[in-house]
Each structure stands twice: as structure tokens, then as C-alpha cells.
């Protein structure tokens, strides 16, 4: 039978608006499904960063307590450095002249929803000897050391100190009533110093991380890696 003009149109006209539906949908679903998709995404990269904060403390040579606290959930990064001193800018071989006045210590920045400041406290009065001060006047290593001088193990002078720098007055409670409770664990009295943050001055480099970069260096494996060790199971 034969098609008149007309309705040849009609049916291309039809055929027509089916494609165009069929594409529109096909469109649409397409995407909706890519929104989806990437819609998780920009909500996580939106999210605010989770606040941290930070907790100064100083408990002898800085390579053992920085590894130490690298292993405790909930803390983020752990920078060597100075501070309680009187020079400015101080650099290691300044530090080692014990006449700076500043301690090696670490600068912990910590999640508080893991971690409290309470509990990165309580773990320090285990990470050193908090009483470990010369009960007389000695010599050591050619120098004359006073009695009431800090050490840890073989490691003597102001710069071993046990510290903890506080950058607030909650801060400052909180440390205070964790060495009151810790003392029942000591014989001899906790001489750590607790005192307000002046300035935290970074040590360099080649302080950061000391222990997973030097793994063989003497003193590491001496003194460092075992009282990791022990850390480890406190």
C-alpha cells in the first residue's frame, strides 16, 4: 500500500521523538549515576581536617622519646627540638654546652578524639626516669657536675632534663596531677619540670625520625631500640 506524504511524516515525526526520549533518559540516568558517584568524594575531600593538638615534653635524649611516642595511637607527628632555655635559635652544638638552658624534647601533635593530653602524660613518667638527678657533686666525662643535676642513663647535663612545657592552664593541671599520681610509683622524688612554653625551637634535620633513618648507629641500638622495647609494653 502506498504511503502518502503525510503520513510518512507522522511516522518519521514519531520515530523521532522515541529516539529523543530514549536519549534524554539514557542522558539523565547517565547522570545521576556519575553524581552519585562522585558526590562521596567531594564530601570527603570537604570534610574538615580532624583538630589536633600538641603536648611538649622533654624526657632525655630526644631519639628515644620520639620513637617512643611514634608508636602510640592517636598521635600524629612527633618534631625533635629545644626549649625552657635563654638562646635564641639554638643549634645542637649549643644545646651539648649545657649552657643554653634549653632541653631536648619533642613536640607531640596528638588527635585529641584518641588520645587525651592526660593519657600522653601518664605514659611519660614510663618513658624515663623522672627522678634521675645526681643526689652528689661527680665527675663525668671530664666535667664537674653539681649535685641536682639532671641525667638519663649514661647521658648527663641540663639539656637530659625530665620537662613538660605547657601551653595552657588545663595543661598545666592536667601535668601537674599526673606527676602527683605517678610519684607513688618512685622511691625517690619526681624532679620533673613543669613550667609554661616559651618558644619550641625544631632540632635539625637530621634529628627527625632518628631511629627508622639510623637503625644501625650505635647509640640506637644501645639505647634507643631497647627502651622502644620497653615502651612498647607499658
Not at 607527628?77 to 635564641?88: D, I, L, P, Q
Not at 618558644?199 to 631497647?226: I, M, S, T, W
Amino acid at each position: 500500500a502506498k504511503v502518502s506524504p503525510l503520513m510518512r511524516r507522522m511516522i518519521d515525526s514519531s520515530f523521532s521523538f522515541v529516539r529523543i526520549f530514549v536519549m534524554k533518559t539514557a542522558l539523565t540516568l547517565l547522570t545521576t549515576f556519575l553524581m552519585a558517584s562522585i558526590a562521596p568524594l567531594s564530601s570527603a575531600a570537604d570534610a574538615p581536617a580532624a583538630k589536633t593538638e600538641t603536648a611538649i615534653i622533654g624526657g632525655g635524649c630526644f631519639w628515644c622519646v620520639e620513637a617512643q611516642y611514634l608508636l602510640v595511637k592517636g598521635v600524629k607527628k612527633v618534631v625533635s627540638g629545644y626549649a625552657g632555655g635563654k638562646t635564641e635559635n639554638p643549634t645542637y652544638e649549643d644545646i651539648c654546652t649545657g649552657e643554653t638552658g634549653h632541653a631536648e624534647v619533642i613536640q607531640i601533635e596528638f588527635d585529641p578524639a584518641v588520645i587525651s593530653f592526660k593519657e600522653i602524660i601518664d605514659l611519660f613518667w614510663d618513658a624515663h626516669d623522672p627522678t634521675s638527678v645526681t643526689k652528689e657533686d661527680m665527675i663525668k666525662h671530664g666535667k664537674l657536675l653539681p649535685k641536682g643535676t639532671a641525667y638519663q642513663g649514661n647521658d648527663y647535663g641540663t639539656q637530659y632534663r625530665s620537662a613538660i612545657f605547657y601551653t595552657s592552664e588545663e595543661q598545666k593541671k592536667i601535668a601537674l596531677a599526673s606527676r602527683d599520681a605517678a610519684q607513688k610509683n618512685w622511691k625517690d622524688p619526681i624532679a620533673t619540670e613543669i613550667a609554661p612554653l616559651k618558644k619550641f625551637y625544631p632540632a635539625e634535620d637530621y634529628h627527625q625520625n632518628f631511629k627508622a633513618l639510623n637503625p644501625n648507629q650505635g647509640y640506637v641500638r644501645a639505647v634507643v631500640d631497647p627502651k622502644t622495647e620497653k615502651f612498647k609494653h607499658t
